[in-house]
Every structure is written in structure tokens, then in C-alpha cells.
């Protein structure tokens, strides 16, 4: 009789998966020194001020004076769910573009999140330049903001006429074949593809990862993943952010990928964990492509991707009346939704907006 021998230890073993805490990264380090640190900071509050402000605000766009309900827009439409991961991510690589001179795009696959992409083109002042009347002054931003999911305005997702956009993000499952599209026969281009826990249990997606197959160090660029688990879809719990770290992992390196870990929620030690990895694999991609062509022969490598995982709604207040917003699906649409019928609810998307330091 044959008896199968005891494992040493479990298959999947029981870690920290939550999104709250400190860092925990796979790249150790601090590459940003304390005026790096400061301005990356203030530059992503920044944008996530002007994600809310088109959100809700189609007057007192910098908060000169208390906000009032007929301030804020009649009808709420937009994402604010992965709007902080997203342009966390967007931030973090245009400090590596400038560093190393880099040509690069980003494809924003909750492209339905188009606030994160369209503040970061207003700060950059993409925006501004293709449209004048988005002015870089209380004018303009006020224009910006009134326009955001306003007839005859800005889409809600990262439509055509967003610069740099060249995927809509609205119909689920896109993005990373998208990316894979971009870098072939385009051999100093660098993709980074954000890609959403919820969009990633749509079958193209699931199928796109197996795209790395088809990469030639030699004559292509190269696609960097972010996979973003924030937790929640619409409405339920995220397969992939449920899992453990040991099974995640397994999965992602038997997609031919090497992963990088990011998670937590306090923004001085993400900072960091991002700024580290994100350059981390920038080098590992430029040390690949290198060797390929600096000998001449090809070779199928493990390319990088990093998982980030932060809660869903990030920055937003935990709780209102009793009821988590950030940490959980309430955050993925318009997270408070009666701001110009309920003077307590006013005060809190005030004070939350004001929390982004707008002044």
C-alpha cells in the first residue's frame, strides 16, 4: 500500500493581501530624496484635486470660498475608483521618462476612470494646448471641471479626443492586447498598460497576457503590465485580489512574467516602494533588450510586471454615515452621490477636497 507523503508546507500559503499599511514591495529602497519625495506628493494631490473637481464642481473651482450645493453639478457622472492608483502609477513613470529620456505611452484600461488621465494632461499642459479654452487659470479649470461629463463636453472615459489616448477603456477586456499592438516593429517604445482586477476576469484579457510570447527583444519594445488590484468591480469583490500572494505569483510566472509587488496605502513609504520598482523594471527591460541586441540573437525573456495593489477609492474618507466608501465598490463610481441635496455630505466632499491641500 502506498501513502503519499506529507507536503512541508501548504500549497497556498495564508499572507497579508489587504491594501491598507504601510509598503510592503518586493524592490527594496528609497531612490527619492526628500524634494523628490515632496514634489511627487504634492503633484499626485494635485491631480486628485482635479479629478474630484470634475467629478462634482462646475463653480469655485480652487475652493476660494465655502462650497455651496449650487455649486456642484446637477447631474454626477464619472469614476472615482482607480483614479488615485492610476495617476499614483501615471506620476511615478513620467519621473522615469524624464530621467531617462524615454519614449513611452500609458493605456489607461479602466480607461472609464479618465479623471487620472486627463489631470495628469492638465498639469502636463497637453491639455491646455490642444484646447485654449482649458486654460491653465481659474477660467480654464473652472471650464475643465464644468465640462466633465457635461453635454457637448469631456467624455467620461478616455476617449479620442483625450491627448495621448488611443484606448477608450469604456468596454472591458482591451487594453493589454492594445498595448501588445503598440510596441511591434516600434523597438524604443516602452507601453506601460494599467490593467484592472475586475477587467482582468474578461476573457480577452485573460488571453492577452499570453502576448509576451510574441515579443522580439530585438525588433520590438516592450509592454510593462500594471496590474491594479484594488479589490472591487462594480459591485463584487476581485478574484485576482482575493488570492494569495504564493498562488498570484505562480500564476503571473506562468504567464512568462517576472512580478514586482507594491502594496499599502500610506502615500510617503508607496511613494517610495513605486519609485523603486517602477525604475527597477525599466532597468530589467533595458538590460534584456540589451543583451539581445548587442549579440544578435533573440531569445523569449521573462519580461516584468508589477502588482499593485491599493485600496479602491484611495484617499476618499473610510466611512461615511456607518458605510465604507474607500476600501470598497461604494468608491468606484461617484463615491458620495447627494452632495446638493445633504448639507453634511457637502461639508465632507469639502473638507475631503480640501484635504488635497488646493491652496
Not at 499570453?210 to 503590465?225: E, M, Q, R, T
Not at 514586482?260 to 520598482?277: D, I, R
Amino acid at each position: 500500500m502506498t501513502t503519499l507523503a506529507k507536503a512541508s508546507e501548504p500549497l497556498v500559503r495564508d499572507e497579508k493581501i489587504s491594501a491598507y499599511g504601510p509598503a510592503r514591495s518586493t524592490i527594496k529602497g528609497t531612490p527619492l530624496n526628500a524634494d523628490e519625495l515632496r514634489t511627487i506628493d504634492a503633484y499626485w494631490r494635485a491631480s486628485l484635486y482635479l479629478c474630484l473637481g470634475m467629478l462634482y464642481l462646475k463653480q469655485n473651482p480652487l475652493l476660494r470660498e465655502p462650497l455651496k450645493a449650487e455649486q456642484t453639478k446637477p447631474r454626477l457622472l464619472g469614476h472615482w475608483g482607480s483614479d488615485a492608483g492610476q495617476s499614483f502609477t501615471y506620476i511615478h513613470f513620467n519621473r522615469l521618462i524624464n530621467k531617462y529620456d524615454l519614449n513611452a505611452i500609458y493605456i489607461s484600461g479602466p480607461g472609464h476612470g479618465a479623471p487620472a488621465v486627463l489631470s495628469n494632461a492638465y498639469l502636463e499642459g497637453t491639455y491646455s494646448e490642444i484646447y485654449p479654452d482649458k486654460s491653465e487659470d481659474i477660467a480654464g479649470m473652472q471650464r475643465f471641471f464644468k465640462q466633465f461629463s457635461f453635454p457637448g463636453g469631456i467624455g467620461s472615459h478616455a476617449t479620442p479626443e483625450t491627448p495621448g489616448s488611443i484606448h477608450e477603456g469604456g468596454e472591458l477586456g482591451y487594453s493589454l492586447s492594445h498595448a501588445y499592438g503598440t510596441v511591434f516593429d516600434h523597438p524604443d517604445l516602452i507601453t506601460l498598460v494599467m490593467v484592472g482586477d475586475g477587467e482582468s476576469e474578461t476573457g480577452p484579457l485573460a488571453t492577452s497576457w499570453h502576448s509576451n510570447k510574441f515579443v522580439n527583444p530585438i525588433s520590438d519594445g516592450a509592454v510593462l503590465p500594471i496590474l491594479h488590484l484594488n479589490g472591487y468591480k462594480i459591485n463584487n469583490p476581485t478574484v485576482l485580489a482575493r488570492i494569495s500572494h504564493q498562488e498570484l505569483e505562480s500564476l503571473f510566472v506562468g504567464y512568462g512574467y517576472t512580478p514586482y509587488f507594491v502594496e499599502g496605502s500610506e502615500p510617503q513609504s508607496m511613494h517610495q516602494a513605486m519609485a523603486a520598482t517602477l525604475e527597477h523594471c525599466v532597468l530589467e527591460i533595458q538590460k534584456i533588450q540589451g543583451e539581445a541586441r548587442s549579440t544578435g540573437k533573440t531569445f523569449r525573456p521573462r519580461w516584468p510586471m508589477v502588482i499593485l495593489r491599493s485600496p479602491k477609492g484611495w484617499t476618499a474618507p473610510r466611512q461615511i454615515d456607518g458605510h465604507y466608501l474607500e476600501g470598497f465598490w461604494r468608491a468606484h463610481q461617484i463615491p458620495i452621490t447627494d452632495v446638493s441635496t445633504n448639507p453634511g455630505h457637502l461639508k465632507v466632499l469639502e473638507d475631503w477636497m480640501r484635504s488635497y491641500k488646493p491652496e
